[in-house]
Antibody, heavy 117, light 110 residues
Framework: EVQLVESGGGLVQPGGSLRLSCTAS????????MHWVRQVPGKSPVWVAR????????NYADFVRGRFLISRDNTRNTLYLQMNSLTAEDTAVYYC??????????WGQGVQVTVSS | QSVLTQPPSVSAAPGQKVTISCSGS????????VAWYRQVPGTAPKLLIY???KRPSGIPDRFSGSKSYTSGTLAITGLQTGDEADYYC???????????FGGGTKLTVL
């Protein structure tokens, strides 16, 4: 069974940083591109970033480029999202998700990130 | 405002059929596959349709998808009260090098 478990969320002040982690199991992690997607409750999901299976290529949404960094450790079956220069607009539930033909199939349960003073 | 446009809401009676549209452009739906997700509030989205019209294992054939040029459509037949949820389309945009989600459609089964 595919499982994706996010961690590392919480409350952070504007301008602060946070690193999210996502531990994968139930599939060969190193065979799949992976994504981060965020969602404000009541709004539609918004794609954040994706990373190639062998960590050689990444793509970012315009609104996070230069502030967020997606990375992975295939030896630990773990995906990361380093978030810097956070603003209130980054407040959302962040989901780790597995790539499936450029979109996603399996999603984690999500982790809340709240940016507030 | 989402690049992929969906109607905000649709409704139909139990047992009836409903369709949800997703309008995009030549750089996304016109160039790539459409996927559809179902989300119950408080839970993660679940994949219903991929590659325009394919169903993952476990998704009943009451759910079907289609694509024509720059638009995708999700059809749900034999509506059940349990189908009430938010439905989202998604595709990859070649120009943006980004995945896109639609604005979402709330399905009400009257």
């Amino acid at each position: 069974e595919v499982q994706l478990v996010e961690s590392g969320g919480g409350l952070v002040q504007p301008g602060g940083s946070l690193r999210l982690s996502c531990t994968a199991s139930g599939f060969t992690f190193s065979d799949f591109w992976m994504h981060w997607v965020r969602q404000v409750p009541g709004k539609s999901p918004v794609w954040v970033a994706r990373i190639q299976d062998d960590d050689k290529s990444t793509n970012y949404a315009d609104f996070v480029r230069g502030r967020f960094l997606i990375s992975r450790d295939n030896t630990r079956n773990t995906l990361y999202l380093q978030m810097n220069s956070l603003t209130a607009e980054d407040t959302a539930v962040y989901y780790c998700a597995r790539d499936f033909y450029y979109v996603v199939d399996y999603w984690g349960q999500g982790v809340q990130v709240t940016v507030s003073s | 405002q989402s690049v992929l446009t969906q109607p905000p809401s649709v409704s139909a009676a139990p047992g009836q059929k409903v369709t949800i549209s997703c309008s995009g452009s030549s750089s996304n739906i016109g160039d790539h596959y459409v996927a559809w997700y179902r989300q119950v509030p408080g839970t993660a989205p679940k994949l219903l349709i991929y590659d325009n019209n394919k169903r993952p294992s476990g998704i009943p054939d009451r759910f079907s998808g289609s694509k024509s040029y720059t638009s995708g459509t999700l059809a749900i037949t034999g509506l059940q009260t349990g189908d009430e949820a938010d439905y989202y389309c998604a595709s990859w945009d070649r120009g943006l090098s980004a995945a896109l989600f639609g604005g979402g459609t709330k399905l009400t089964v009257l």
